[in-house]
């Protein structure tokens, strides 16, 4: 079993619709959790960072944490058609040696114009 | 700022030449680097991590006599595919850390490299 499942898509929306993506993790130790987006042929950049359980909202994006499910969902408002590229989930653990990332495979998104 | 620089943004090379990849943080200061292989419509995999001035550490199954990282200074990084063959052909991403927070990577914009 991976350690962070995320389902690979392709997810294709019309314009201005939610997105809405998640992931799955089995390891208790995550603390830390990252969405990333990455362009076609481009490196990731980061969207979002919690901590803990909770929701952290910024503009259009919508991260949530369920530790007790540990689940973990990103949600696009009002999408767009630069918001198509591939999202992936990352965590890590808390202390002071976990600062490797682990992630997901990415969910391919298409908003169509 | 937190910029992060690769270069070369692709590359084709011959089997069993070597090919050298920098990652370089433009405006700030990086302690700690990463190196990741990412394979088409697969998750990035994390190949050894860089600090400045010590040897890096490998994750298992990575063959650091295959794969050489020199951490030289607080912004560059380098890897070197060494005697590259076809199944090195891979998309190679950076990502880097900043002094005092290793919460937090910073990717590069990555490096194709296709060995003929």
């Known amino acids: 079993q991976k350690e962070v499942e995320q389902d690979p898509g392709p997810l294709s929306v019309p314009e201005g619709a939610i997105v809405s993506l998640n992931c799955t993790y089995s390891n208790s130790a995550f603390q830390y959790f990252m969405w990333y987006r990455q362009y076609s042929r481009k490196g990731p950049e980061l969207l979002m960072y919690t901590y803990s359980s909770g929701n952290k909202e910024d503009g259009r994006f919508t991260a949530q944490v369920d530790k007790s499910s540990k689940y973990i969902s990103l949600f696009i408002r009002d999408s767009q058609p630069s918001d198509s590229a591939t999202y992936l989930c990352?965590?890590?653990?808390?202390?002071?040696?976990?600062?490797?990332?682990?992630f997901g495979a990415g969910t391919t998104v298409t908003v169509r114009a | 700022g937190a910029v992060v620089s690769q270069h070369p943004s692709r590359v084709i090379c011959k089997s069993g030449t070597s090919v050298k990849i920098e990652c370089r943080s433009l405006?700030?200061?990086?302690?700690?680097m990463f190196w990741y292989r990412q394979f088409p419509k697969k998750s990035l995999m994390l190949m050894a991590t860089?600090?400045?001035?010590?040897?890096?550490?490998?994750e298992q199954g990575v063959e650091k006599d295959k794969f050489l990282i020199n951490h030289a200074s607080l912004t560059l990084s380098t890897l070197t595919v060494t005697s590259a063959h076809p199944e090195d052909s891979s998309f190679y991403i950076c990502?880097?850390?900043?002094?005092?927070?290793?919460?937090?990577?910073?990717f590069g914009p990555g490096t194709r490299l296709t060995v003929l």
């Open positions: 990352a965590m890590r653990g808390a202390t002071t040696n976990d600062y490797k990332l682990s």
């Open positions: 860089s600090n400045e001035g010590s040897k890096a550490t490998y």
């Open positions: 405006d700030f200061q990086a302690t700690t």
């Open positions: 990502s880097a850390s900043r002094q005092g927070d290793r919460d937090t990577q910073y």
